[in-house]
Nanobody, 124 residues
Framework: QVQLVESGGGLVQAGGSLRLSCVVS????????IGWFRQAPGKEREGVSC????????WYADSVKGRFTISRDNRKNTVYLQLDNLKPEDTAVYYC?????????????????WGKGTQVTVSS
């Protein structure tokens, strides 16, 4: 069955870094776009970054451009999100998700399977 499992969250001071991992199983990662999302307390979930399966093209939300970097290693069935220069407003639960269509390009829309999330807390 399809599974996505996030890890790597934690507590870090402002200006610090974390690397999140999303390990997938139950499908061939090569053929799918994967996205990272986050949800802060009292706020709606928002798309953070996506990486396409077809050509590794990336997308970033304006709020994280220049600070976050998405990458993937299909041999390890893993998608990463490097978080640098973290700010208190980055505090949230971070989720990874799979786009529903193979070789799709709709991310951050049209996602079908989601992980359970990993908490990132940035102190000021």
């Amino acid at each position: 069955q399809v599974q996505l499992v996030e890890s790597g969250g934690g507590l870090v001071q402002a200006g610090g870094s974390l690397r999140l991992s999303c390990v997938v199983s139950g499908f061939t990662l090569d053929y799918y776009t994967i996205g990272w999302f986050r949800q802060a307390p009292g706020k709606e979930r928002e798309g953070v970054s996506c990486i396409r399966g077809s050509d590794y093209r990336t997308w970033y939300a304006d709020s994280v451009k220049g600070r976050f970097t998405i990458s993937r290693d299909n041999r390890k069935n893993t998608v990463y999100l490097q978080l640098d220069n973290l700010k208190p407003e980055d505090t949230a639960v971070y989720y990874c998700a799979r786009e529903s269509q193979t070789l799709g390009s709709q991310c951050p829309r049209d996602m079908d399977y989601w992980g359970k999330g990993t908490q990132v807390t940035v102190s000021s």
